[in-house]
């Protein structure tokens, strides 16, 4: 790992992983029983997050770096909350990289970290906008 990197974890059942992740800033407000945009974001920021196994399969599926995902997040707003899918509250984040690319991310919240839970590119049939469901 070169220096100025940081780690990010990827937790699939027992399965841990340490890979290298670059890091960024900014800010928002929501109920607190909700995960909220300033929470989110300042997580990403501080690297206290981590991928999913599944999170980080799509995002190559889609060939989107961890750059990429990063920006859409820091760049996004919140467009669904999931109070409770199973696995504790989670939300639908909409956002665009640097050059304009959409990008779907749902985050959810595991202990003191945010979990990047699947991650992908907003397309028809599911989606007619990035914004709005098909």
Known sequence: MKI???????????YIE?????????????SPEMLS????????????????KHADQERQNDQLSLLDVEESILSG??????????????C???????????IHCVCGQRGE?????TVY???PPSF???FERG
């Open 4 to 14: 100025g990197e940081k780690k990010c974890i990827f937790i699939f059942k027992q």
């Open 18 to 30: 340490l890979l290298p992740v670059k890091v960024k800033t900014i800010t928002r407000t929501v």
């Open 37 to 52: 945009e300033k929470y989110i974001k300042n997580k990403i920021a501080h690297n206290d997050y981590y991928y999913s």
């Open 77 to 90: 707003r919140i467009l669904e909350h999931y109070s409770d899918t199973g696995r504790g509250k989670s």
């Open 92 to 102: 639908l984040m909409v956002g665009f990289t640097k050059e304009g690319k959409p």
């Open 113 to 117: 970290y945010i979990v990047i839970v």
């Open 121 to 123: 590119i907003p397309k």
């Open 128 to 130: 007619k906008t990035p």
